[in-house]
């Protein structure tokens, strides 16, 4: 069983559209991290959220933690080409808190 | 500031060898994490090292066994590597001090075990 679950899967769009990804749980976590992989590379660190309830705007990106911190969304607005990639959410667990346990990821596909 | 560097950048190797992969952290950084990525998913966390000790584990075999030296540099070995192995494995490093836990990965080693 998943520790967190991503969805959708999938999400093919067209340049413009807006769109959301879903991060649940049924844990509660002290932080929750997003971020961004393209095929080949190492994930790379978009957001930290730690405060339930917190939202945090990254440009046209809008991430926010659930009140109970259990869930998190990553709201992308006029999502462009240069958005495509693998969307990974992850949660602080482990005795010192810097164990990363990552959803399955949200596979994003923006048409020109 | 060099970010997290990995080497190599792919390997091949043969059911039942050796391998040992390498992470340099990012300057500052003292803790050093190894992920496994199988294709498709999200990385599982096989060990962290602080302080040149393996400090917590995840649900990987003793086959898998790391190293952190003095420069907070560290190695990733596997032993009798099986076809399941095949992977990219991701190094991430941290800060202990931090306190928003987060971490810097590197671009990965992709091996695959024919």
């Known amino acids: 069983t998943q520790l967190l679950e991503q969805s959708p899967q999938f999400l093919s769009i067209q340049e413009g559209e807006n769109l959301t990804v879903y991060c649940n749980s049924s844990s509660v976590f002290s932080s929750l991290q997003w971020y961004r992989q393209e095929p080949g590379e190492g994930p790379v660190l978009l957001v930290t959220v730690v405060t339930g309830g917190e939202v945090k705007k990254l440009k046209r990106l809008t991430f926010q933690f659930g009140d109970a911190r259990k869930d998190s969304s990553l709201h992308i607005t006029a999502a462009q080409p240069g958005d495509t990639g693998l969307y990974l959410c992850?949660?602080?667990?482990?005795?010192?808190?810097?164990?990363?346990?990552f959803g399955a990821g949200t596979i994003l596909r923006v048409k020109s | 500031d060099a970010g997290v560097t990995q080497s190599p950048t792919h390997l091949i190797k043969t059911r039942g060898q050796q391998v040992t992969l390498r992470c340099s952290p990012k300057?500052?950084?003292?803790?050093v994490s190894w992920y496994q990525q199988a294709l498709g998913q999200g990385p599982q966390f096989i060990f962290q090292y602080y302080e040149e000790e393996e400090r917590q584990r995840g649900n990987f075999p003793d086959r898998f066994s790391g190293h952190q030296f003095p420069n907070y540099s560290s190695e990733l070995n596997v032993n009798a590597l099986l076809l399941g192995d095949s992977a990219l494995y991701l190094c991430?490093?941290?800060?202990?001090?931090?306190?928003?836990?987060?971490?810097?990965f590197g671009p990965g080693t992709r091996l695959t075990v024919t």
């Open positions: 300057s500052g950084h003292d803790t």
């Open positions: 992850a949660a602080s667990t482990g005795e010192y808190g810097n164990k990363l346990v």
């Open positions: 991430a490093s941290s800060l202990d001090a931090g306190s928003s836990y987060e971490q810097y």
